[in-house]
């Protein structure tokens, strides 16, 4: 009867796929199309290495289907902002090393329902943007690995709600809301003088870049997200069921 957000929702997803017993579970992002054998490779992952938690694969922009969208990604050390190792480049086989990577994208993750039970699901104070770096984050605490398999490839659409969101000043706040969540739960003390300039720079630049383009919501909506950032309460992510198999 309500939305509760892209977080929440595959939460409650989780769980009920975790009291079903399942070893694995899968989240992919509804706005992608994935190559046959993608999941197959995905478990082959796992399967191969039983103390990575979560593995993601190659991930080509639609739209030309030969644009890299993510190819693993990693944090900035000082602002915690996560970035796709890739983005935008043409696929000339740069990227076909398996590995270990610090950020997965929520667009398309494999994990162990054991590192479900570790690590929980996604904060769903988030709502939605930033979950899975949050999450990654989470695992990176726990020594938890994760990691990409070029192999398992598929594409995605990029969503067109986000460009309706956008328009509307819904991404903008989320955006800068959860960037300041993020930074809360996760950054040390002697990093928020340099995050916390990083955040208010980037506030600034969105606000004049909406400004001129005459979106006053977008303005506000920025400033709002900066507030609540600061403002709300945020409570440790929640965990999902209780580990049965223990």
Same mark, same amino acid.
């Given at each position: ?13 989780? @769980? ?14 509804n ?9 197959? +490779? ?23 289907p ?39 994208s ?29 999450? @990654?984050?989470?695992?990176?605490? /726990? /020594? ?6 070029? +192999? ?20 903008? /706040? ?15 003390l002697? +990093?928020w ?21 005459r ?32």
């Open positions: 009867d309500s939305n509760r957000g892209f977080a929440a929702a595959n939460n409650l997803g989780f @769980s009920d796929l975790l009291t079903r017993g399942v070893d694995y579970v899968w989240i992919l992002n706005d992608t199309v994935v190559a046959e054998d993608c999941l197959e +490779k995905l478990i082959m992952a796992l399967d191969r290495q039983p103390d990575v938690g979560a593995v993601t694969g190659l991930i080509y922009f639609a739209d030309p030969d644009c890299i969208w993510f190819a693993g990604g990693y944090f900035h050390r000082w602002t915690l902002t996560a970035h796709h190792r890739g983005a935008f480049e043409v696929d000339r086989g740069q990227y076909r090393k398996a590995e270990d990577i610090a950020f997965i929520g667009c398309c993750i494999l994990a162990r329902a054991n590192t479900l039970y570790s690590l929980g699901g996604f904060h769903p104070s988030f709502f939605s943007y930033w979950e899975d770096t949050e999450w @990654s984050l989470r695992a990176r605490a /726990k /020594k938890v690995r994760l990691h990409y398999e070029p +192999k398992a490839i598929l594409w995605h659409k990029v969503s067109s709600s986000l460009k309706r969101n956008t328009q509307s000043g819904f991404f903008e /706040k989320l955006f800068f809301r959860n960037w300041i969540y993020t930074l809360r739960l996760h950054a040390r002697w +990093k003088p340099m995050a916390l300039a990083a955040v208010l720079r980037c506030a600034l630049k969105s606000a004049c870049q909406a400004w001129r383009r979106d006053r919501a977008a303005v506000a909506a920025i400033w709002s997200g900066v507030r609540a950032g600061f403002a709300d309460p945020l409570p440790p992510a929640p965990r999902l069921i209780e580990d049965r198999t223990r």
